[in-house]
């Protein structure tokens, strides 16, 4: 059973850019534009607990605006210190009538699954 939402017309959003929607979810979620395609994360650091949308997208590389730590947009993976998990990631589906979110997880990070948000396997 799929979670979804309408995040409307997403069309000017450019590539490198990102767009918050504060109403979805329980911290909000942003969506990026990254070489064409729409990717979208909790707007929450999973080390900081800040909104990972006021910081700067690098690449596929949302740079949280406190303490440095990085997310891969496309599967919501931490890229090292200071963050030591990822954060959850879900699909975006764009088309001529607009985009919308399915705020199902996408990946390892299912809840009952073995693995953290972001792939990584739990050893604790």
């Known amino acids: 059973m799929s979670d979804t939402h309408e995040l409307g ?4 959003l ?6 918050v929607c504060s109403s979805i979810g329980t911290h ?10 729409l990717h979208a994360l909790e707007d929450n650091c ?4 800040t909104p990972l949308s006021q910081g ?7 740079v949280c605006p406190l303490h440095g730590a990085g997310f891969d947009v496309t ?18 589906t764009e088309t001529d009538d607009g985009a919308s979110i399915d705020l199902t ?18 050893t604790r």
């Open 56 to 62: 700067r997208l690098s690449g596929t590389v949302l």
């Open 46 to 49: 999973s080390h900081a607990n």
């Open 75 to 92: 599967d919501g993976s931490e890229s090292g210190p200071p963050a030591w998990k990822g954060v959850p990631c879900y699909a975006v």
């Open 14 to 19: 450019g590539d490198g850019e990102m767009r």
């Open 105 to 122: 997880p996408l990946g390892r990070d299912r809840p009952g699954d073995n693995f953290d948000v972001g792939g990584r396997p739990r």
């Open 28 to 37: 909000g979620v942003v969506v990026c534009r990254v070489a064409g395609q």
């Open 9 to 12: 017309d997403l069309s000017d």
